[in-house]
Structure formats: C-alpha cells, structure tokens
C-alpha cells in the first residue's frame, strides 16, 4: 500500500497564482486533513473532512479552500497565494475517530514557495 | 478548546544520554496523547500513543511516555539517545471532537 501520497511535492508559485495539493489515500480513512507547517510553529489545521462530500474549517483556513468528492483524495486550493502561505503541507487521514484515538497517517508534505 | 504546550523547543545532548521532553495539555475531559517523530525531510510519523489503561505507554526504538491526569502531562522519555534519534518531537491530544492539536514541536540533536 502507498498510504498517503501528496502531489507535488515541490512548487514554487507568483503571487497571486492558483494552484492545487493533491492528497491521496488508499487506505479507506474516513478522515483526512491538510496542516501546514512552520518553523516553531508545529503543525496547524487549515482544513478536514469527516467523510467523502464533508469538509470544515480547522484552525487557520483563511485563503484556502478544499474539497472531498471522492474518500480517497482530498484537496487543498489556493486561490490567490500569498507569500505568507509559503510553507510544508502535510495531509493525514485516520481510519476513523473513536474513543480509542485512532493515530493519524501522514503524507510526505508539499514544499511550497510564493515569491 | 484543548491546546498542548511542549516546554522544550530545542535539546542537545550527547549519545547514550537520558531524554525527557514535557507535554503539557488542558482538556477538561478525556484524551487520546501522542506523540510523533519527524526525521530530518520526512513526514511524521507515531511514536506511541495513549487512549486509556496502563498510563506507562511503551512506544517504538525504545521510546516510553507516562500520562500523569494530575498534571495534564505526557512527557516523552529514552534511557539512552542515539544519533539517530535525532528529529523533531511532536506531541498532540484529542479531546471530545477527537480532532487532534498538536505542539510546537521540539528539536532533538544529538551529538555522537
């Protein structure tokens, strides 16, 4: 099995430009998530989703939109990018969320620059 | 709201030295505690976790981690690094939207 697989891995962008992160699974998770991170910043929840056709906003969602379409892929838009969004993502899933704290999979990030 | 406080940002230490890194957590409720490695260009990945039972939890390459409810703590312990233990540390919990919250991280070197 792949696990989580993220496409691209590397991007550099303008401002202003659009692009998609592409996070694909392939082990039935229900749950899927994008973070990015920052240096000293750890990991922080831009968006998830609960299951195929559901998503909701995490902790810093603004300037990025996402959508689940189908259970296994997950993506993350930026319409407008900012050089602030320069940053890793990391998408995750989970097979499911229950009492027993299922442990999230992660991807190997997207390194993505704005200049 | 849950939120994770990692005290230490950054350790150096020399091999076959101890490890000790705090996690601090507030959630009135009950958890779920991890914590996660990140080696240098890689993703994270589970170190051991917790749910409930034994609040000694033994994780992987020789990694143990207590859960103290008192203290809303789960520090992250090894008798003895090695060079290759060398990485970021990530602990997070999930609280009653089970989505999980994670640290800051803290930036383990160790020295050969």
């Known amino acids: 099995n792949a696990g989580v697989t993220q496409t691209p891995k590397f991007r550099v962008l303008k401002t202003g430009q659009s692009m998609t992160l592409l996070c694909a699974q392939d082990m039935n998770h229900e749950y899927m998530y994008w973070y990015r991170q920052d240096p000293g910043m750890g990991l922080r929840l831009i968006h998830y989703s609960v299951g195929e056709g559901t998503t909701a906003k995490g902790e810093v969602p603004d300037g990025y939109n996402v959508s689940r379409l189908k259970k296994q892929n997950f993506l993350l838009g930026l319409e407008s990018a900012a050089p602030s969004q320069t940053s890793v993502y990391f998408c995750?899933?989970?097979?499911?969320?229950?009492?027993?704290?299922?442990?999230?999979?992660f991807g190997d990030g997207t390194r993505l620059s704005i200049l | 709201a849950q939120s994770v406080s990692q005290h230490n940002h950054h350790v150096i230490l020399s091999e076959a030295a101890s490890l000790e890194l705090g996690c601090n957590y507030s959630y009135g409720g009950t958890v779920n505690l991890f914590w996660y490695v990140q080696y240098p260009g890689q993703h994270l990945q589970l170190l051991l976790k917790?749910?409930?039972?034994?609040?000694l939890v033994k994780g992987i390459k020789g990694f143990e981690a207590e859960f103290i409810k008192s203290k809303f703590s789960f520090n992250l312990r090894k008798p003895s690094v090695q060079w290759s233990d060398t990485a970021e540390y990530f602990c997070?919990?999930?609280?009653?939207?089970?989505?999980?919250?994670f640290g800051r991280g803290t930036s383990l070197i160790v020295h050969p």
């Open positions: 995750a899933s989970t097979r499911r969320i229950d009492r027993a704290g299922q442990p999230q999979h």
């Open positions: 997070a919990v999930s609280g009653g939207s089970y989505i999980p919250t």
């Open positions: 917790y749910f409930s039972g034994d609040p």
